[in-house]
């Protein structure tokens, strides 16, 4: 069984970064598909970014184009997501998701199987 585990969300001023990261277990990590979605307050969550098994290919919400950045360690069993020039509009609860089905770039929710608990990010104006 998959579990995954994220850490690294926290309060940050306009303009700042996070690097959030999700720590997999139960699985060969190497295999999975891993995405990042996000949900704000009143808001349904929504996608953010993906990487294929290998970290040779990521895909991006046209909003975090240019600012973040996904990321994976196979050695590690870790996905991360860097977030640099942070807006107050990127507040809300980060959750990664893992697709061992597949592997590749996945932006359907309900195409992956397993999900972290989330981890809050608040920018602040």
């Known amino acids: 069984q998959v579990q995954l585990v994220e850490s690294g969300g926290g309060l940050v001023q306009a303009g700042g970064s996070l690097r959030l990261s999700c720590a997999a277990s139960g699985r060969t990590f190497s295999n999975y598909g891993m995405g990042w979605f996000r949900q704000a307050p009143g808001k349904d969550r929504e996608f953010v970014a993906a990487?294929?098994?290998?970290?040779?290919?990521?895909y991006y919400t046209d909003s975090v184009k240019g600012r973040f950045t996904i990321s994976r360690d196979n050695a590690k069993n870790t996905v991360y997501l860097q977030m640099d020039s942070l807006k107050p509009e990127d507040t809300a609860i980060y959750y990664c998701a893992a697709d061992w089905a597949a592997g590749g770039i996945i932006t359907a929710q309900n195409s992956y199987q397993t999900w972290g608990q989330g981890t809050q990010v608040t920018v602040s104006s």
């Open positions: 990487i294929n098994w290998s970290g040779s290919r990521t």
